[in-house]
Nanobody
Framework: QVQLVESGGGLVQPGGSLRLSCAAS????????IGWFRQTERLEREVVGC???????????HTSDAVKGRFTISRDDAKNTVYLQMNSLKLEDTGVYIC???????????????????RGQGTNVTVSS
């Protein structure tokens, strides 16, 4: 089955950490740029960050200003998985985190495309004391 599946969400206290995974099956991620988005009470879609595919000619790793210095994105092509490490979590980080895969890094990082080639169902992150 060809799909993209997020995992690792949960309930965490402010200041805590979580690591989200975005695992692909049925296709290889190294040809794809991966984006992490989130849906919060404030925004329907907010780009958290993006990372270029290993085989892409450009080398892009970007995180939004809202999470810069706290969140990092990495990929393990051997495991066909991309990770979102979230540290120093804040109440406003609560939301549904979704990963997408597309062959265009610009489309992924822009975050405003509605027809990504692959999109996961999302994993819930709740930051609460």
């Amino acid at each position: 089955q060809v799909q993209l599946v997020e995992s690792g969400g949960g309930l965490v206290q402010p200041g805590g950490s979580l690591r989200l995974s975005c695992a692909a099956s049925g296709f290889t991620l190294d040809d794809y740029a991966i984006g992490w988005f989130r849906q919060t009470e404030r925004l329907e879609r907010e780009v958290v960050g993006c990372i270029s595919g290993t085989r892409m000619t450009t080398n892009t790793l970007h995180t939004s200003d809202a999470v810069k210095g706290r969140f990092t994105i990495s990929r393990d092509d051997a495991k066909n998985t991309v990770y979102l490490q979230m540290n120093s979590l804040k109440l406003e980080d609560t939301g549904v985190y979704i990963c997408v895969a597309e062959r265009s890094i610009s489309l992924v990082c822009a975050g405003d495309y509605d027809d990504y080639e692959y999109r996961g169902q999302g994993t819930n992150v709740t930051v609460s004391s």
